[in-house]
Protein backbone atom coordinates (compact mmCIF):
# COMPACT_ATOMS: atom_id res chain seq x y z
CA UNK A 1 0.00 0.00 0.00
CA UNK A 2 1.40 3.65 -1.01
CA UNK A 3 1.74 6.11 1.78
CA UNK A 4 -0.80 7.94 -0.95
CA UNK A 5 -2.88 5.30 -0.46
CA UNK A 6 -2.56 5.02 3.17
CA UNK A 7 -3.07 8.58 4.11
CA UNK A 8 -6.81 8.51 2.32
CA UNK A 9 -7.78 5.71 3.77
CA UNK A 10 -6.91 7.82 7.18
CA UNK A 11 -8.90 10.14 6.11
CA UNK A 12 -11.44 8.43 4.99
CA UNK A 13 -11.68 6.53 9.12
CA UNK A 14 -11.38 10.29 10.41
CA UNK A 15 -14.30 11.45 8.00
CA UNK A 16 -16.65 8.39 9.46
CA UNK A 17 -15.57 8.85 12.61
CA UNK A 18 -16.20 12.72 12.01
CA UNK A 19 -19.81 11.85 10.57
CA UNK A 20 -20.80 9.53 13.11
CA UNK A 21 -20.73 12.22 15.87
CA UNK A 22 -22.50 14.34 13.47
CA UNK A 23 -25.06 11.71 13.28
CA UNK A 24 -25.43 11.48 17.09
CA UNK A 25 -25.66 15.09 17.76
CA UNK A 26 -28.67 15.36 15.10
CA UNK A 27 -30.30 12.83 17.30
CA UNK A 28 -29.72 15.33 19.94
CA UNK A 29 -31.00 18.07 18.52
CA UNK A 30 -34.61 16.83 18.39
CA UNK A 31 -34.80 17.47 21.73
CA UNK A 32 -34.56 21.34 21.77
CA UNK A 33 -37.81 21.50 19.59
CA UNK A 34 -39.82 19.44 22.16
CA UNK A 35 -38.31 21.98 25.04
CA UNK A 36 -39.36 24.93 23.43
CA UNK A 37 -42.99 23.47 22.95
CA UNK A 38 -42.94 22.82 26.41
CA UNK A 39 -41.52 26.17 26.91
CA UNK A 40 -44.49 27.95 24.72
CA UNK A 41 -47.09 25.29 26.47
CA UNK A 42 -45.79 26.87 30.13
CA UNK A 43 -45.64 30.60 28.96
CA UNK A 44 -49.21 30.59 27.63
CA UNK A 45 -50.37 28.80 31.29
CA UNK A 46 -48.76 31.70 32.94
CA UNK A 47 -50.38 34.27 31.53
CA UNK A 48 -53.87 32.77 31.53
CA UNK A 49 -53.11 32.29 35.59
CA UNK A 50 -51.32 36.01 35.15
CA UNK A 51 -54.74 37.47 33.64
CA UNK A 52 -57.19 35.34 35.93
CA UNK A 53 -55.10 36.78 38.72
CA UNK A 54 -55.15 40.19 37.60
CA UNK A 55 -58.80 39.67 37.40
CA UNK A 56 -59.29 38.79 40.99
CA UNK A 57 -57.35 42.05 42.15
CA UNK A 58 -59.38 44.15 40.06
CA UNK A 59 -62.42 42.55 41.25
CA UNK A 60 -61.16 42.42 44.77
CA UNK A 61 -60.49 46.43 44.21
CA UNK A 62 -64.12 47.09 43.06
CA UNK A 63 -65.35 45.59 46.26
CA UNK A 64 -63.04 47.70 48.39
CA UNK A 65 -64.65 50.43 46.96
CA UNK A 66 -67.68 49.45 47.46
CA UNK A 67 -67.21 48.57 51.18
CA UNK A 68 -65.50 51.67 51.89
CA UNK A 69 -68.00 53.49 49.93
CA UNK A 70 -70.83 52.38 52.75
CA UNK A 71 -68.43 52.72 55.31
CA UNK A 72 -68.78 56.69 54.50
CA UNK A 73 -72.22 56.47 54.17
CA UNK A 74 -73.46 55.32 57.17
CA UNK A 75 -70.46 56.50 59.97
CA UNK A 76 -71.81 58.38 62.51
CA UNK A 77 -75.40 56.70 61.97
CA UNK A 78 -77.10 54.62 64.73
CA UNK A 79 -76.58 50.92 64.24
CA UNK A 80 -80.16 50.49 63.91
CA UNK A 81 -80.33 53.30 60.75
CA UNK A 82 -77.32 51.16 58.43
CA UNK A 83 -78.63 49.11 55.64
CA UNK A 84 -78.11 45.59 55.58
CA UNK A 85 -76.06 43.77 57.91
CA UNK A 86 -73.28 46.60 58.33
CA UNK A 87 -75.30 47.43 61.68
CA UNK A 88 -73.55 44.07 63.00
CA UNK A 89 -70.24 45.31 62.17
CA UNK A 90 -68.14 47.56 64.63
CA UNK A 91 -66.35 50.28 63.22
CA UNK A 92 -63.08 48.75 64.26
CA UNK A 93 -63.87 45.61 62.93
CA UNK A 94 -65.30 47.58 59.60
CA UNK A 95 -61.71 48.78 59.40
CA UNK A 96 -59.65 45.39 59.73
CA UNK A 97 -61.87 44.13 56.76
CA UNK A 98 -61.51 46.77 54.57
CA UNK A 99 -57.60 46.52 55.81
CA UNK A 100 -57.78 42.41 54.93
CA UNK A 101 -59.47 43.55 51.37
CA UNK A 102 -56.52 45.74 50.67
CA UNK A 103 -53.70 43.09 51.65
CA UNK A 104 -55.78 40.51 49.48
CA UNK A 105 -55.79 43.05 46.42
CA UNK A 106 -52.36 43.87 46.68
CA UNK A 107 -51.06 40.57 47.23
CA UNK A 108 -52.82 39.12 44.06
CA UNK A 109 -51.90 42.33 42.17
CA UNK A 110 -48.07 41.23 43.12
CA UNK A 111 -48.11 38.06 42.30
CA UNK A 112 -49.89 38.55 38.92
CA UNK A 113 -46.70 41.24 38.18
CA UNK A 114 -44.04 38.39 39.91
CA UNK A 115 -45.71 35.47 37.39
CA UNK A 116 -46.13 37.99 34.37
CA UNK A 117 -42.44 38.76 34.60
CA UNK A 118 -41.46 34.74 34.90
CA UNK A 119 -43.59 34.21 31.94
CA UNK A 120 -42.49 37.14 29.93
CA UNK A 121 -39.19 35.64 30.60
CA UNK A 122 -39.73 32.06 29.73
CA UNK A 123 -40.85 33.22 26.14
CA UNK A 124 -37.41 34.93 25.33
CA UNK A 125 -35.94 32.05 26.69
CA UNK A 126 -38.07 30.00 24.36
CA UNK A 127 -37.15 32.16 21.53
CA UNK A 128 -33.33 32.10 22.12
CA UNK A 129 -33.23 28.04 22.39
CA UNK A 130 -35.55 27.86 18.94
CA UNK A 131 -32.99 30.40 17.61
CA UNK A 132 -30.02 28.28 18.53
CA UNK A 133 -31.76 25.11 17.81
CA UNK A 134 -32.42 26.55 14.63
CA UNK A 135 -29.10 27.56 13.61
CA UNK A 136 -27.73 24.17 15.02
CA UNK A 137 -29.25 22.30 12.43
CA UNK A 138 -28.32 23.63 9.59
CA UNK A 139 -24.64 23.77 10.53
CA UNK A 140 -25.12 19.93 11.49
CA UNK A 141 -26.66 19.12 8.07
CA UNK A 142 -23.64 21.67 6.28
CA UNK A 143 -20.93 19.40 8.10
CA UNK A 144 -22.87 16.19 6.61
CA UNK A 145 -23.01 18.17 3.31
CA UNK A 146 -19.30 18.57 3.52
CA UNK A 147 -18.48 14.96 3.88
CA UNK A 148 -20.64 14.35 0.45
CA UNK A 149 -19.19 16.73 -1.09
CA UNK A 150 -15.63 15.79 -0.14
CA UNK A 151 -15.94 11.99 -1.21
CA UNK A 152 -19.63 11.60 -3.11
CA UNK A 153 -22.43 10.23 -2.84
CA UNK A 154 -20.95 7.04 -0.82
CA UNK A 155 -20.43 8.80 2.22
CA UNK A 156 -24.29 9.71 3.21
CA UNK A 157 -26.08 7.60 0.65
CA UNK A 158 -28.88 7.71 3.82
CA UNK A 159 -28.97 11.58 4.18
CA UNK A 160 -28.63 11.83 -0.14
CA UNK A 161 -31.93 9.47 -0.15
CA UNK A 162 -34.06 11.52 2.39
CA UNK A 163 -33.08 14.40 0.83
CA UNK A 164 -34.16 13.36 -2.78
CA UNK A 165 -37.30 12.27 -1.47
CA UNK A 166 -38.06 14.96 0.44
CA UNK A 167 -38.41 13.67 3.87
CA UNK A 168 -35.56 15.87 5.77
CA UNK A 169 -36.78 19.13 6.20
CA UNK A 170 -35.20 22.04 7.36
CA UNK A 171 -38.47 23.24 8.37
CA UNK A 172 -38.12 25.05 11.96
CA UNK A 173 -41.46 24.91 14.29
CA UNK A 174 -40.31 27.77 16.03
CA UNK A 175 -39.36 30.33 12.93
CA UNK A 176 -42.77 29.02 11.58
CA UNK A 177 -44.66 29.77 14.81
CA UNK A 178 -44.00 32.00 17.40
CA UNK A 179 -41.00 33.67 15.97
CA UNK A 180 -43.10 34.21 12.72
CA UNK A 181 -45.72 36.14 14.91
CA UNK A 182 -43.87 37.83 17.26
CA UNK A 183 -41.02 38.76 14.35
CA UNK A 184 -42.01 38.72 11.25
CA UNK A 185 -42.04 42.75 10.78
CA UNK A 186 -38.21 42.56 11.32
CA UNK A 187 -36.13 42.63 7.81
CA UNK A 188 -33.62 40.92 9.76
CA UNK A 189 -36.39 37.87 10.19
CA UNK A 190 -37.37 37.56 6.81
CA UNK A 191 -33.89 37.55 5.38
CA UNK A 192 -32.92 34.21 7.40
CA UNK A 193 -36.28 33.28 5.92
CA UNK A 194 -35.09 33.82 2.38
CA UNK A 195 -31.77 32.52 3.00
CA UNK A 196 -33.55 29.60 4.89
CA UNK A 197 -35.19 28.83 1.44
CA UNK A 198 -32.08 28.89 -0.36
CA UNK A 199 -30.02 26.85 1.50
CA UNK A 200 -32.67 24.34 1.86
CA UNK A 201 -32.92 24.07 -2.52
CA UNK A 202 -28.94 24.04 -2.90
CA UNK A 203 -28.94 21.30 -0.46
CA UNK A 204 -31.67 19.23 -2.35
CA UNK A 205 -29.63 20.32 -5.95
CA UNK A 206 -26.30 19.03 -4.28
CA UNK A 207 -28.53 15.42 -3.43
CA UNK A 208 -30.34 15.03 -6.87
CA UNK A 209 -27.11 15.59 -8.76
CA UNK A 210 -24.01 14.77 -6.96
CA UNK A 211 -23.50 11.61 -8.65
CA UNK A 212 -22.97 14.08 -12.17
CA UNK A 213 -21.01 16.55 -11.03
CA UNK A 214 -17.30 17.06 -11.73
CA UNK A 215 -15.02 18.01 -8.63
CA UNK A 216 -14.87 21.97 -9.87
CA UNK A 217 -18.73 21.85 -9.81
CA UNK A 218 -18.46 19.99 -6.12
CA UNK A 219 -16.17 22.74 -4.76
CA UNK A 220 -18.51 25.04 -6.42
CA UNK A 221 -21.50 24.27 -4.17
CA UNK A 222 -19.35 23.47 -1.54
CA UNK A 223 -18.18 27.20 -1.19
CA UNK A 224 -21.72 28.70 -2.19
CA UNK A 225 -23.46 26.50 0.37
CA UNK A 226 -20.23 27.62 2.62
CA UNK A 227 -21.41 31.15 1.94
CA UNK A 228 -25.41 31.03 2.36
CA UNK A 229 -24.79 29.37 5.97
CA UNK A 230 -22.91 31.75 7.18
CA UNK A 231 -25.24 34.83 6.23
CA UNK A 232 -28.12 32.35 8.15
CA UNK A 233 -25.77 31.84 11.17
CA UNK A 234 -24.96 35.83 11.13
CA UNK A 235 -29.07 36.50 10.67
CA UNK A 236 -29.79 34.60 12.84
CA UNK A 237 -27.09 35.92 15.45
CA UNK A 238 -28.82 39.47 15.07
CA UNK A 239 -32.24 38.01 16.00
CA UNK A 240 -30.94 36.95 18.90
CA UNK A 241 -28.99 40.00 20.19
CA UNK A 242 -32.61 41.32 18.99
CA UNK A 243 -34.59 39.29 21.57
CA UNK A 244 -31.66 39.84 24.35
CA UNK A 245 -32.15 43.59 24.50
CA UNK A 246 -35.96 42.56 24.51
CA UNK A 247 -35.49 40.76 27.59
CA UNK A 248 -33.21 43.26 28.83
CA UNK A 249 -36.19 46.41 28.10
CA UNK A 250 -38.67 44.11 29.27
CA UNK A 251 -37.27 43.66 33.08
CA UNK A 252 -39.11 46.18 34.44
CA UNK A 253 -42.38 43.90 34.50
CA UNK A 254 -45.19 45.19 33.13
CA UNK A 255 -48.15 43.94 33.05
CA UNK A 256 -50.00 41.97 29.98
CA UNK A 257 -52.46 44.85 28.55
CA UNK A 258 -54.96 42.19 27.85
CA UNK A 259 -55.69 41.98 32.04
CA UNK A 260 -57.34 45.75 31.50
CA UNK A 261 -60.32 44.54 29.64
CA UNK A 262 -61.40 42.57 32.38
CA UNK A 263 -61.80 45.75 34.14
CA UNK A 264 -65.69 47.35 34.17
CA UNK A 265 -66.19 50.78 32.27
CA UNK A 266 -65.63 53.32 34.49
CA UNK A 267 -62.97 51.92 36.58
CA UNK A 268 -60.35 51.90 34.64
CA UNK A 269 -58.70 53.96 37.21
CA UNK A 270 -58.73 52.59 40.14
CA UNK A 271 -55.28 51.33 41.93
CA UNK A 272 -54.09 49.92 44.70
CA UNK A 273 -52.26 52.34 45.79
CA UNK A 274 -55.88 53.86 47.09
CA UNK A 275 -55.71 51.28 50.05
CA UNK A 276 -52.51 52.29 51.54
CA UNK A 277 -52.31 53.89 54.89
CA UNK A 278 -56.26 52.84 55.23
CA UNK A 279 -57.06 53.04 59.47
Known sequence: MSIA???TEKLRFAYRLQQEKIRSI????KEPDVVCSRLEDAGTGLEILVVQLQDAANRSRLVIRRTEKKFLQNRGKEPGHAPGDLHLISTARRHSLLRSFCDLHDT????AD?????????????????LSAFAMKHLLLRERMNMVLIHGDDTDAELLSRLCSGIVSLSNPWYEGRGRKRYSHLPVFRAAGELHARYY???QR???NVKNMTPGELAAERTGLERTCEQLTSAIGELRRYVERLMEADSDGRLPRKCDVLLAPGN??????KCAGRT
Do not use: K, P, W
Open 206 to 208: IAV
Open 5 to 7: TEC
Open 26 to 29: TCIM
Open 108 to 111: ASSV
Open 201 to 203: AAV
Open 114 to 130: TLYQFATHLRYVEDLSG
Open 268 to 273: ENLRSD
